[in-house]
């Protein structure tokens, strides 16, 4: 080798090492930034861990959502958002255990009562009930798989305010440790159907300040004073969107939802429209519904979850409205139910 080819050969050996040292430095240095953020997160989110262990594994999950909510972020293709908030931490699989908990079961062929129900022709283009003074501030179950319950109260309180004139905070932590048989077990899940059917049996469900939530279960206080009650409760039509649309234009709605799909928990704003399925885990209130003022006028449903006000627009998400599948997005349109008044 010539002393040209010799010095041609050095100059792309060093090219060649600092090329990896470069990477090297970048990886490292993203990995810092994660670390670092990671701890900015749980300072933000008051989090801690039992060992270096945990953290170190908790670390993996969050850099693995971070980077998808950032991937999904600027793809800029979807209708909404997503945020870093605070279950970036959780699989999916412990944020279903922790934050869901709707148990179906088989639909029995229950009688719906259509005079309750608007004929289309009269259903207005756009609800809210909030607007109304029919929905009550946004909850949080916490760690209680117990939506079925908020679901239900949610229903529960628009149908008093709108029957009686009064807006009472109803309480979930009555049904939680009250209702008993079927499916339904507190924190480890429930199904709407039954928590109406308790209130109509105890001739009543008490309001939120004689009976606190503690998002635990507890034993059931038989002593407590009713603050309101219902006579009874009706499914909304199976896998009809125009029907579940008659159902919210006269009241607030329970609805089971798939709360699955990489991007839902992460929600921040906008209309979400999936992915998702159509297996149900998860219960939230319909209180409205209507249509983007934007080029395209995407529909949507509006939907008052119960993870707290920080969670999606202000604890609420709009969801993509007829999508064409009978169903509806994440099976909103399977089991739908509300309470009756007489």
């Known amino acids: 080798m010539g002393p040209r080819n010799q010095a041609v050969w050095l100059a792309l050996l060093m090219l060649a090492l600092w090329v990896c040292a470069a990477a090297t430095s970048r990886t490292t240095a993203t990995a810092d930034d994660m670390s670092v953020r990671h701890e900015q997160w749980m300072a933000e989110h008051g989090r801690q861990y039992k060992d270096a262990a945990e953290k170190k ?9 971070v980077e998808r909510i950032e991937s999904v972020n600027r793809d800029g293709e979807r209708k909404y958002e997503l945020s870093v908030n605070r279950f970036a931490d959780l699989t999916d699989e412990e944020f279903k255990t922790y934050y869901k908990g709707f148990k179906p ?12 129900l608007m004929n289309m ?7 809210d009930w909030r607007a109304k003074g029919a ?14 319950a908020f679901s239900t109260v949610g229903a529960t309180e628009g149908l008093i305010q709108i029957k009686k004139g009064n807006l009472t905070s109803l309480s979930e932590q009555q049904l939680v440790d009250c209702v008993t048989g079927g499916v339904t077990r507190g924190c480890e899940g429930g199904l709407m159907d039954e928590a109406f059917e308790y209130i109509i049996q105890n001739k009543g469900i008490a309001s939120e300040e004689t009976y606190p939530y503690t998002a635990t279960e507890g034993t ?23 029907a579940l649309m008659a159902a919210v234009a006269t009241q607030p709605v329970s609805v089971a939802i798939d709360g699955g799909g990489p991007d839902f928990k992460f929600y921040s704003r906008g209309v979400f429209t999936g992915p998702c399925g159509t297996d149900l885990d998860h219960a939230v209130t319909l209180v409205g519904y209507g249509t983007e003022e934007s080029a395209d006028g995407t529909k ?4 008052k979850n119960s993870w707290g006000e920080t969670w999606g627009e202000g604890g609420y998400m709009r ?4 999508v064409g599948a009978p169903e509806g997005l994440c099976g909103i349109a399977k089991d739908a139910s509300y309470p009756t008044l007489n």
Do not use: H
Request: proline share 5%; charged share 20%; aromatic share 8%.
């Open 57 to 65: 594994y908790r670390l993996k999950i969050f850099k693995s959502n």
């Open 105 to 116: 079961k088989p639909i029995k062929a229950t009688a719906t009562n259509n005079e309750t």
């Open 220 to 242: 059931c206080n038989t002593d407590a004073t009713s603050a309101a009650t219902i006579t009874g409760y009706e499914k909304v039509p199976a896998n009809s969107e125009e």
């Open 121 to 127: 022709s009269d259903v207005p283009p756009s609800v």
């Open 319 to 322: 969801m993509a409205r007829d």
């Open 135 to 148: 929905v009550t501030g946004v909850k949080d179950q916490g760690q209680c798989g117990c939506c079925w």
């Open 300 to 303: 949507y449903w509006l939907v």
